[in-house]
């Protein structure tokens, strides 16, 4: 990746981004979109979506990155596939998602009002030092990252779960959890550098 | 049948009874389920949105360990089936991806050749299980019984080997064979919203009011589901989804393999029946004992 300055600005990036995001995986396709609309049809959330994925494609092939990313759209997108399954021109649009979501965490680009970007982190942040998601720990670190005041609306629930032993409040690390933070490590180094 | 299971985090916690009706399951279909050692989280799609070659590596180092038994890694998870087919994917099919993930995996001594095949747990029981072996293991009459069957998203897509991206049958057709009956269901791999029941409740919570609906709708008794996080927003959230529906509703959601062990007369406390957060007995009081059944059925 060539994204590794967190100070460039946006505008910056849109070229060398695109060249990216190109670069993926099947990413040649992006430039074969004909702009039909199946994928905004697709997809479950896309009425709550500043931009619908018809629009963004549009917006990423012109350049606009900057209205992409501050959209809630990638946000929004629930991973459901739908969109990727029924493209006509086989574009995979909810890895362009993913990379999307990757270019807005790494220059701390958050949306208005939505905590996707802190639930994504808190979550990365349980694998990194527990090497599992423990359930409790992990609503609770993101409860208090994103409206900690609106945790109390989850405790009725967290406690008919504890009820029923289906809350654990411990979390315990993996025997490997070093193995684990080596290959992460060794990853972050090889990608960073390249 | 000797399989690598794959649990998934959260089968250790909220969807406890899950992992136990799999294991209950697999015992009386003779599946051998061999749990991973020390598997760890498949990082499932959100660490896909933070580094992608990383999100490869965590998940590869599972399917690393499982490499050497050689056996099928099996998961009970929707978003772990997902995210272990396609590191699985990738590692078999890009040989780019293959060398930086393998170079990472190397730092732990580990490995992967991209032998292993990535299984959902509903696969093995309908296509590995010999047919008609859990018919002849059927103990109660669930002739009576309405299950709506939900297949949710990242069972059927992008990953599904065994079943349709867009009209899956898989669980009308396991419900059939637990002699029940299989409610047309056309929203069956529609979204629940996912992690956005977190993020962005209310556009979750309509996604399950139209699922929920749907399900009355077509008088369905429970909605079966294939999936922890499915389960969680359909179950843990049923009355802020009876708020938007604008009644008060109690609809038990079932994991499929607690309707295969009600069908075989397992005993209820062997699949985690007693902690479901909607009472079942409208629906248990559905399911009765086969004339020669032996057992009558625990609702433990």
């Known amino acids: 990746m060539a994204l590794d300055e967190p100070n460039r600005n946006v505008e910056d990036l849109d070229t060398q981004f695109v060249e990216d995001v190109l670069r993926m995986p099947d990413g040649e396709k992006l430039k074969t979109c004909i702009q039909c609309g199946t994928c905004s049809a697709s997809c479950p959330t896309s009425d709550a979506m500043d931009y619908s994925p018809r629009q963004i494609i549009a917006y990423f092939r012109a350049g606009m990155l900057d209205k992409v990313l501050r959209s809630n759209t990638v946000w929004m997108c629930a991973s459901c596939y739908s969109c990727a399954t029924r493209c006509p021109s086989g574009i995979k649009f909810t890895d362009l998602m993913y990379e999307l979501k990757r270019l807005a965490l790494q220059h701390g680009i958050e949306p208005p009002q939505e905590s996707g970007p802190i639930l994504t982190q808190t979550f990365v942040d349980m694998v990194k030092r527990y090497g599992r998601n423990p359930e409790s720990r992990f609503m609770t670190v993101f409860t208090m990252r994103s409206n900690p005041f609106g945790g109390i609306k989850q405790l009725p629930l967290a406690f008919k779960l504890w009820q029923r032993g289906r809350l654990k409040l411990g979390a315990p690390s993996i025997r490997g959890i070093e193995d684990l933070r080596k290959i992460m490590e060794a990853v972050e180094a090889e990608e960073g550098s390249s | ?300």
Request: glycine share 8%.
């Open chain 2, 1 to 300: 049948m000797t399989y690598t299971f794959y649990p998934g985090c959260a089968l250790e916690a909220s969807a406890i009874p899950y992992d136990q009706a799999t294991r209950a399951v697999s015992n009386a279909l003779g599946i051998e389920m061999v749990e991973l050692d020390d598997w760890n989280c498949c990082g499932a799609t959100c660490y896909t949105s933070m580094a992608e070659i990383t999100s490869f590596a965590v998940s590869a180092r599972n399917l690393a360990l499982a490499e050497p038994a050689g056996h099928d890694v099996v998961t009970c998870c929707n978003g772990c089936y997902m995210t272990l087919s396609k590191t699985n994917t990738y590692m078999q099919e890009d040989k780019r991806i293959r060398e930086r993930v393998n170079a990472g995996l190397a730092a732990a001594g580990l490995n992967y050749e991209g032998t292993i095949k990535v299984r959902h747990f509903l696969d093995v029981i309908l296509n590995d299980v010999p047919e008609g072996a859990i018919a002849s293991k059927v103990k109660a009459d669930l002739s009576g019984l309405h299950v709506a069957p939900y297949h949710g998203c990242q069972l059927v897509r992008p990953y599904a080997t065994f079943l349709d991206a867009e009209f899956p049958k898989a669980l009308d057709a396991l419900i059939e064979m637990c002699g029940a009956v299989a409610v047309d269901y056309p929203l069956t791999a529609k979204c629940c919203g996912g992690m956005l029941m977190q993020t962005s409740k209310a556009v979750s919570v309509d996604l399950c009011a139209s699922l929920m609906k749907l399900a009355m709708d077509r008088g369905a008794d429970c909605i079966l589901t294939a999936c922890p996080l499915c389960h969680m927003n359909l179950e843990g959230y049923q009355d802020a989804i009876g708020q938007r529906m604008g009644r008060e509703i109690q609809l038990p959601i079932v994991y499929f393999p607690q309707l295969v062990g009600l069908a075989m007369g397992l005993p209820g406390e062997s699949l985690g029946l007693a902690a479901s957060l909607i009472p079942l007995d409208d629906m248990l009081a559905k399911i009765k004992p086969l004339s020669e059944a032996t057992e009558p059925v625990a609702a433990g």
